[in-house]
């Protein structure tokens, strides 16, 4: 079992950053692989960015691909999504997600991938 919450949405302008926090508890963090995706109002949800066990290799859809960032502090049971420069399209709840696959399993992005979810934060950028 997997416990997980979000943390750090908010509002903010368009141009500006947030860092979105998901404290992980239960299985032993290093285990498993993470995930970001949001899902907007009447839209489905959508993979955002992903990071293996380890931290070592991340994949990230191409609309965010250079401006979030996803890490990972596995002492701290803790998953991180820097996001910068941030646009309007950018407005959905953003959820975390756990994957148990097995190691070497490539990075998943699809939402039937992930085994755990938190509740989502909100995270709306004004223009």
């Known amino acids: 079992q997997v416990q997980l919450v979000e943390s750090g949405g908010g509002l903010v302008q368009a141009g500006g950053s947030l860092r979105l926090s998901c404290a992980a508890s239960?299985?032993?963090?290093?285990?498993?692989?993470m995930g970001w995706f949001r899902q907007a109002p009447g839209k489905e949800r959508e993979f955002v960015a992903a990071?293996?066990?380890?931290?070592?290799?991340?994949s990230y859809a191409d609309s965010v691909k250079g401006r979030f960032t996803i890490s990972r502090d596995n002492a701290k049971n803790t998953m991180y999504l820097q996001m910068n420069s941030l646009k309007p399209e950018d407005t959905a709840s953003y959820y975390c997600?756990?994957?148990?696959?097995?190691?070497?399993?490539?990075?998943?992005?699809?939402?039937?991938?992930?085994?755990?979810w938190g509740q989502g934060t909100q995270v709306t950028v004004s223009s």
């Open positions: 997600a756990a994957d148990l696959a097995r190691v070497g399993d490539p990075l998943r992005v699809g939402v039937k991938d992930y085994d755990y």
């Open positions: 239960g299985r032993t963090f290093s285990t498993y692989n």
């Open positions: 990071i293996t066990r380890s931290g070592i290799r991340t």
